[in-house]
């Protein structure tokens, strides 16, 4: 199984679920700062990367867990992402597709936009962390819930 977590540019929000779906963010308190900070892609994606998907690790049921910054043309790439997978006969049931973008505050995507649009590092980054921080529980419910999708995909797939 694939499962994609997907925002706009593949930098604060999609970083924070697939890390919390890995075991990388804990789901039981609001991680530090420094937690986000050491986080594979947290805060650096490029724009010329965006539409890329980066692979995150393996979880738990050996499901391949990625995210992936769609700007936005989310059906687009969505689209265009399962048509490709369909065209190499890849079986698209075992591929989920979970957008972000709906747990990430107005301060996260300020932030965002100084840091990565911007340039303004020193300014953005502490503000995306701060917007996380604010709304975390509702990253870890968001993979809370991707985790039984996955179990019920998982036992429908044997």
Known sequence: MKIFYCCYGSAHSSVVAASIHLGLLPSDRVPTSREFLVLPHYDKTEPFEIGTPFFMGKDEYGSEIYILGMAGERPLIKRALLSFFSLLGVDTHGIILIDTLNSVNLLTKIGGFFSRRLGFVTVGRPLTILGIQVKYRD??????????????????LD
């Open 139 to 156: 990253f870890v419910e968001l993979v809370k819930a991707v985790k039984k999708r996955e179990q019920n995909k998982l036992s429908q």
